[in-house]
T-cell receptor, first 109, second 114 residues
Framework: QKEVEQNSGPLSVPEGAIASLNCTYS??????FFWYRQYSGKSPELIMS????GDKEDGRFTAQLNKASQYVSLLIRDSQPSDSATYLC?????????FGSGTRLQVQP | DAEITQSPRHKITETGRQVTLACHQT?????MFWYRQDLGHGLRLIHY???????NKGEVSDGYSVSRSNTEDLPLTLESAASSQTSVYFC?????????????FGPGTRLTVL
């Protein structure tokens, strides 16, 4: 079992729809959780962080965390073609992050 | 503006040569990390440092070494480059806090070993 599991995709959604990206993790000691966006040929860019159970909203992005289920998700509302990228989930224990392999999102115009 | 830079951005070398990739950050972050990214494997941690003179092995450290002589720099050395080390290498840094530990990435170095 991988430490961080993400569906590799591609996840294809039409422009304006909600994209839902999911991630499960195995380390129950994980304390903080991050979502990174990575465009092809570019470096990962931090878009969301969440530290406690529940929802955290930032613009069109909402991160959801359920530590009991070891599950974290990212919702992107009003998806735009510019959101097309790979999204990496990264739980952290202390200062070290463990990255999933990412979900490729395609937003169709 | 504070930033993290990597050099070179692209490197082609031959098997058996020693190669050093540079990473420099101006955020004054205590923590620095080196990852490699390959198709199908995501980001894998090579080495990391939590401060000057501190270095630690990550998941895929064989064949790599790092040294930390100041806060700003963490160079990554491939002692004897192998074709299996062809990859994209990313450096990242984060502040010293255990609680707020977001990592910020450099632009990456694409290394090809022939």
């Amino acid at each position: 079992q991988k430490e961080v599991e993400q569906n590799s995709g591609p996840l294809s959604v039409p422009e304006g729809a909600i994209a839902s990206l999911n991630c499960t993790y195995s380390d129950r000691g994980s304390q903080s959780f991050f979502w990174y966006r990575q465009y092809s040929g570019k470096s990962p860019e931090l878009i969301m962080s969440i530290y406690s159970n529940g929802d955290k909203e930032d613009g069109r992005f909402t991160a959801q965390l359920n530590k009991a289920s070891q599950y974290v998700s990212l919702l992107i509302r009003d998806s735009q073609p510019s959101d097309s990228a790979t999204y990496l989930c990264a739980p952290a224990r202390g200062r070290a992050l463990t990255f999933g392999s990412g979900t490729r999102l395609q937003v169709q115009p | 503006d504070a930033e993290i830079t990597q050099s070179p951005r692209h490197k082609i070398t031959e098997t058996g040569r020693q190669v050093t990739l540079a990473c420099h950050q101006t955020w004054n972050h205590n923590n620095m990390f080196w990852y490699r990214q390959d198709l199908g494997h995501g980001l894998r941690l090579i080495h990391y440092s939590y401060g000057v003179q501190d270095t630690n092995k990550g998941e895929v450290s064989d064949g790599y070494s790092v040294s930390r002589s100041n806060t700003e720099d963490l160079p990554l050395t491939l002692e004897s480059a192998a074709s299996s080390q062809t990859s994209v290498y990313f450096c990242a840094s984060s502040e010293g806090s255990v609680t707020y530990n977001e990592q910020f990435f450099g632009p990456g170095t694409r290394l090809t070993v022939l």
